[in-house]
């Protein structure tokens, strides 16, 4: 029998790892022991120690715990696309660049497609690698270039010069700070960008608009099979289609980026899809680049309380339990290798647990030295403005939570470092 002291003490302890998880700790000294799971571990307890090995058990065993567990399945099924080049120009943005949009449709109806907005150095005279990623708030917020197309989905009403959820002339070049296109252009590198929305609107309900719904018969998957990141991940999976088979585009140097919840679909798309060649996370945070087992700011509570459509539904199990999630974000990041990958994090978005990136980062080195690659060597966090690793990069800047110039120069360069050797 268990004495009245014990019964108490016991649930004290259960309510303040409750109380731990859904509350945000952001005090270093407060972070309680974890234990990370060991990437190399294979699923019977033996030692995975080569890149074959690696490749052909160990890399499809955690991808799919991360389906099953985290993301959602990933749907494996091919739709015939269909690309409408819906403009062309061969001077834009004071003639440093030719931009094109092309719809990408899903199949055979019209009801289900993403548009994408590309600017290409004028002067290129073959193809050129190329960063695609998403945007928060529709193409035109890119740039003030007038010739970009209006968004006409759904957008979040807390974005410049949105109306009623629909963007407005006034939202152009609203988050242009984001996109230094000319910058990007100087290096030889296209952009190739989209709004995530086209995908699935970003709220709880819009899964009821968005590919997991429209798309569900063809791809043979219910929409509770995945969440929203799934779906955005699949989607950036698609650009990569199309821009395979772009002949401006050298398919084979192609960087997916993103910031946020955008950068954690940029992991997961690239954890599914081995095309992309080079991987770069802006402050993904939880659900991204950060430790989920590391108690620092955002949690797998909070953010499954806050975004319940972000995550398959079994991720809600791990609320209050991430000591029992049978993977961590190192093994995400891992599953990058042995690409180059670029992993950013701000002191001003301590939400994110910069600490917990760097960690993630440093920690899938071991899968990147199974292919005679350096990962990061250091063991402390860096300080401020001093990119770590080799070919996996990592820095700190300061500032707040967002895509800096900073940010973009140290991709550009890491990129050019990787491709231009
Ligand atoms: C926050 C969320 C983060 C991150 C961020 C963003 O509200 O808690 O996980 O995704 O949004 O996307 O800007």
């Not at 890119?142 to 959820?165: C, E, Y």
């Not at 990141?229 to 999976?237: C, E, H, K």
């Not at 700011?297 to 609320?319: D, L, R, S």
């Not at 990119?387 to 890491?414: A, C, E, M, N, T």
């Amino acid at each position: 029998m268990m004495s009245a002291a014990w019964l108490l003490l016991l649930c004290s302890s259960c309510l303040a790892v409750r109380a731990q998880d859904f509350v945000a700790n952001t005090d270093e000294a407060k972070v309680p022991p974890y234990t990370l799971p060991d990437p190399l571990l294979g699923k019977n307890g033996e030692k995975i120690s080569t890149a074959s090995a690696w490749k052909q058990q160990q890399r499809p065993y955690l991808f799919h715990l991360f389906e099953e567990n985290v993301y959602g399945r990933f749907p494996q099924q091919k739709l015939v696309l269909r690309y409408e080049v819906r403009e062309a120009a061969t001077s834009a943005l004071n003639g440093k660049a030719k931009r094109k949009q092309v719809r990408i449709y899903f199949g055979p109806q019209n009801n289900a497609y993403l548009d994408l907005l590309m600017y290409l150095p004028a002067t290129a005279t073959a193809p050129v690698p190329v960063f695609t990623g998403y945007n928060f708030g529709g193409n035109q917020t890119v740039a003030t270039d007038p010739g970009i197309f209006l968004s006409q989905q759904w957008v979040d009403a807390r974005g410049k010069g949105v109306v009623n959820n629909r963007a407005t002339e006034a939202s152009r070049g609203a988050s242009a700070s984001r996109w230094p296109v000319e910058e990007i252009l100087s290096h030889g590198y296209g952009l190739a960008v989209a709004y995530y929305g086209d995908i699935e609107p970003d709220h709880p309900e819009g899964w009821k608009t968005g590919i997991r719904t429209t798309l569900s018969d063809a791809l043979h998957i219910q929409p509770a099979e995945w969440g929203a990141i799934g779906a955005w991940a699949w989607g950036l999976s698609r650009i990569m289609d199309y821009l395979q088979q772009d002949a401006d585009v050298d398919a084979k140097r192609i960087a997916v980026t993103g910031h946020s919840r955008l950068g954690k679909a940029a992991l997961w798309a690239a954890a599914a899809d081995q095309r992309f060649a080079l991987i770069v996370s802006n402050e993904s945070g939880e659900g991204g680049a950060a430790l989920s087992k590391r108690w620092y700011g955002e949690t797998v509570a909070i953010i499954n309380q806050k975004f319940p459509h972000w995550f398959v539904p079994n991720y809600k199990k791990f609320n209050e339990k991430t000591a029992a999630l049978p993977v961590d974000q190192h093994m995400l990041l891992a599953m990058m290798a042995p690409r180059p990958l670029y992993v950013a994090s701000a002191e001003g978005d301590q939400w994110s647990d910069p600490k917990g990136e760097f960690l993630a980062a440093r920690n899938a080195g071991a899968v990147y030295a199974l292919f005679g690659k350096t990962g990061i060597e250091e063991t402390d966090m860096p300080g401020l403005e001093h990119p770590v690793g080799k070919s996996i990069r990592y820095h700190y800047r300061p500032g707040k939570h967002d895509i800096s110039l900073y940010d973009w120069q140290q991709y550009l360069s890491f990129a050019d470092e990787q491709w231009k050797k």
